[in-house]
């Protein structure tokens, strides 16, 4: 993910030439995070997983493949400053990133009350562009419904965007090319609800046996049809309150034996179509594809294969892993694709470790006793496959199944692992 930052002048902002505001895509791209779930699934993911960067400075090594890393001079004190160090470096990176896949553009502010407040110690924050304007020459933030907050001369705010490649003086994002993809589920949505809801409203038809008669309570007496006008003001209480137990049990009615074969319903056959389902898989597809987001292909099929770290990060956080959290992490959830965590390397015993030194077998105890979900241990040299609910063990060494309140099980290789 990449993006340009730039320092505007009230001046220069306030021009509506060059920056309208929030375009009409962008607006739509905005609801749609709100109101398509995929969408707003697959930002969620990639806003987490970058919150797991750390950034750093660094100097560009004429010939070398990576740049070198700085840990002192200029460059690394601003840095260890930027956001207030660390910690604040994953809450930037955790909010700029929905701003850059959705509108691709978004603000950064720090705001200093002193001068002699140090820059570290400012109070950082990241806001949309319809929480920024420029008004008679000085910058404003939106904190409420029509509630703006003037910023100090000095705290200049820094637009974070992806130039849009006709018209750098504008943002763009993948989510530009996704709108029209997003528009057609919502359209198959609309659909799928529709029936869902016709079925409802028109259930069959109920025939009722003219020569029976039946007792009704007295406020449906003055109706034409009593017994009728009781049966659909039940079911419409019912449908409009579906979770209330009246609606699970029949509705009780005495009559007599020979009218049983008499009462029929008949039900239109109206399954939903299965072109409407395809269609909407295919067109997820296609979002997940535009939006270049590993979540979104992982849940529409993609195989995820991980090894090592990238094995630590399936499952539903990384508390496993067999590294010392020395960068400050505060989060520690992961991709959630698996239901159980993984510890790469296993080794139930290692000649090196002092003695009476914690194992992995202790530290994965530790972790049972505020978690539940099951930890498979992987000798070098085994894998694990997960596919279609199930999980088997394979490669030439094995599998160490841990549970919380159970002993810890090897799995052979080729063995079906009993993580359910």
Known sequence: MTAAAVAYTPQEWSNSQ?????????????????????????????????????????????????PEMLTEGPASELMEMFCGGPPGHSAFLKAITPQLLVPGEGWLIAERYDAMTPLAAADWGVYSTDCVNALGGV??????????????PDNLPMRIYEPDPQWPWLATSNAEAAVPIMRRIFLIDS????????????????????????????QYQQAPDPFVAMLIDIASKNIANPGQASAGIPIPVRFT?????????????????????????????????????????????????????????????????NDWNVVALDRFEALGLVP?????????????????????????????????????????GSWVVAEDGAVTA????????????????????GARVPVD
């Open 394 to 413: 394979h490669g030439a060494a094995r599998v160490k199944l841990f549970r919380r309140g159970a002993d810890p099980a090897w799995i052979e290789p």
């Open 18 to 66: 060059l920056f309208p505001g929030m375009i009409p895509w962008q607006q739509e791209a905005w609801n749609f995070r709100r109101t398509l779930g995929e969408f707003n699934q697959a930002i969620d993911w990639q806003s987490r997983a970058m919150s797991r960067v750390r950034l750093g400075a660094a100097e560009v090594v004429p010939g070398a493949d990576e």
């Open 139 to 152: 910058f404003q933030v939106r904190v409420g419904p029509g509630t703006w907050r003037y910023l100090l």
């Open 191 to 218: 659909r799928i609800v529709a029936m869902m809801v016709s079925r409802l409203a028109m259930n069959g038809l109920l025939l009722i046996p003219q020569e029976g008669t039946f007792s009704v309570p007295d």
């Open 257 to 321: 034996a020979d009218l049983i074969e008499k009462w029929k319903i008949l039900k239109a056959d109206d399954p939903l179509d299965e072109w409407l389902l395809k269609e909407r898989e295919d067109e997820l597809g296609r979002l997940g594809d535009t939006l270049g987001i590993a979540r979104e292909r992982v849940s529409g099929g993609m195989p995820y294969m991980g090894a090592s770290a990238g094995s630590n990060v399936d499952g539903p956080n990384i508390l496993t892993t």
């Open 340 to 380: 159980f965590n993984i510890n790469p390397h296993y080794r139930e015993t290692d000649p090196v470790m002092a003695p009476f030194s914690e194992t992995r077998d202790d530290r994965i105890r530790e972790y049972h006793v505020v978690n539940a979900n099951p930890v498979l241990g992987l000798e070098e």
